[in-house]
């Protein structure tokens, strides 16, 4: 099981919009609608940020967007704010009841 | 509202065993499909293993296969994670995650196991 391929860093100005990629194979993110993310803070535990691809657990904001096109997944964060400032990490279902994480991408408020 | 409280950090030398605990409350374990991360020092999320609620078994990810075992005592609601054979490159933080959805909504705070001579 291979990571998945994520940019290890974007950045972007408060008000913007980000995307970060996160890339698979037609064994994990391209056969299965499985997909989430997640933010983690220094020194903090991961917080899930969107589910099943695109869906957001409740709580958390409607800036964060979830998509998926072929192998590839996406996390889109709207109107950038300051707090949105840490590493973000998608995972994918790979069959056999195994999961993969992504490297994980630095996200920099400017 | 689950909470994963985990055991404190620990130092081991190469070649030991270390087994991390996690108890959960707000939920019994039973009611739980219990999951298993790591995080090496300035590095990312690696996914290890857990309950398969579908099958009924745990799974564990083929590198850690034959010196992972995740136990599980619903007596007291606490989920276990040993690994053998410590070496430096399993210097890590070790967390436990509820899965559900196929995604892990409530993590533990993490354990610090620390493999040094």
């Known amino acids: 099981q291979s990571a998945l391929t994520q940019p290890a860093s974007v950045s972007g100005s408060p008000g913007q919009s980000i995307t970060i990629s996160c890339t698979g194979t037609?064994?994990?993110?391209?056969?299965?609608?499985?997909v989430s993310w997640y933010q983690q803070h220094p020194g903090k535990a991961p917080k899930l940020m969107i589910y099943e691809g695109s869906k957001r657990p409740s709580g958390v904001s409607n800036r964060f967007s979830g998509s998926k096109s072929g192998n590839t997944a996406s996390l889109t964060i709207s109107g950038l704010q300051a707090e949105d400032e840490a590493d973000y990490y998608c995972c994918s279902y790979a069959g056999s009841s195994t999961w993969v994480f992504g490297g994980g991408t630095k996200l920099t408020v400017l | 509202q689950v909470q994963l409280v985990q055991s404190g950090a620990e130092v081991k030398k190469p070649g030991a065993s270390v087994k991390v605990s996690c108890k959960v409350s707000g939920y019994t374990l039973t009611e739980l499909s219990m999951h298993w991360v790591r995080q090496a020092p300035g590095k990312g999320l690696e996914w290890m293993g857990g309950f398969d609620p579908e099958d009924g078994e745990t799974i564990y990810a083929q590198k850690f296969q034959g010196r992972v075992t995740m136990t599980e005592d619903t007596s007291t609601d606490t989920a276990y994670m040993e690994l053998s054979s410590l070496r430096s490159e399993d210097t890590a933080v070790y967390y436990c995650a509820t899965f559900e959805l196929g995604s892990y909504d409530y993590w533990g705070q993490g354990t610090l196991v620390t493999v040094s001579s």
């Open positions: 037609s064994s994990d993110v391209g056969t299965y609608n499985l």
